[in-house]
């Protein structure tokens, strides 16, 4: 499968099924330019995962909300859950074996961690007096 254009409008529909990396980027940045080659042979090499590419400048608000503070960064999402941020340039075998670990997950698992560490969030909040 080929690189995928992402912005906010498409956001929810791209990252929402199956394995899918998010590659953070903008044009004048070089080590970007490095890492294009190699994302888009990775997604010649995996057509089952999702490959998006979102530049950040023309999408300052999915940067945002990716909290991105250095490009490339690769995003990675697991049936819409995001997993991992990781900043810099990705070798090909580095970008083969995130994706494997990636698939090893058990994500019932995952999904049931994110919910006991959102209750303990809220049975740590304070609790407003009644007046």
Request: with cysteine.
């Given at each position: 499968m080929a690189?995928v254009?992402?912005?906010?409008a498409?956001?929810?529909?791209t990252?929402?099924k199956?394995i899918?990396?998010l590659?953070?980027w903008a044009?004048?940045?070089?080590p970007?330019?490095?890492?294009?080659?190699i994302?888009?042979?990775?997604s010649?090499?995996?057509?089952?995962?999702?490959f998006?590419?979102?530049?950040?400048?023309?999408?300052?608000?999915?940067?945002a909300?990716?909290?991105?503070r250095?490009?490339?960064?690769?995003?990675v999402?697991?049936?819409?859950?995001?997993?991992a941020?990781l900043?810099?340039?990705i070798s090909?075998?580095g970008?083969?074996?995130?994706?494997?670990?990636?698939?090893?997950?058990?994500?019932d698992?995952?999904?049931?961690?994110?919910e006991?560490?959102?209750e303990?969030?809220?049975?740590?909040e304070?609790?407003a007096?009644e007046s």
């Amino acid at each position: 499968m080929a690189t995928v254009e992402v912005s906010e409008a498409n956001f929810d529909s791209t990252v929402e099924k199956g394995i899918v990396l998010l590659d953070f980027w903008a044009e004048w940045c070089g080590p970007c330019r490095t890492f294009g080659p190699i994302f888009e042979r990775a997604s010649a090499r995996h057509p089952e995962v999702v490959f998006g590419k979102i530049d950040t400048e023309a999408q300052p608000g999915l940067a945002a909300a990716f909290e991105i503070r250095a490009i490339p960064t690769i995003a990675v999402l697991r049936d819409g859950v995001p997993l991992a941020a990781l900043p810099g340039v990705i070798s090909d075998a580095g970008i083969d074996e995130l994706i494997g670990k990636v698939r090893a997950l058990d994500m019932d698992e995952i999904r049931r961690r994110i919910e006991e560490k959102a209750e303990a969030s809220k049975a740590d909040e304070p609790k407003a007096e009644e007046s």
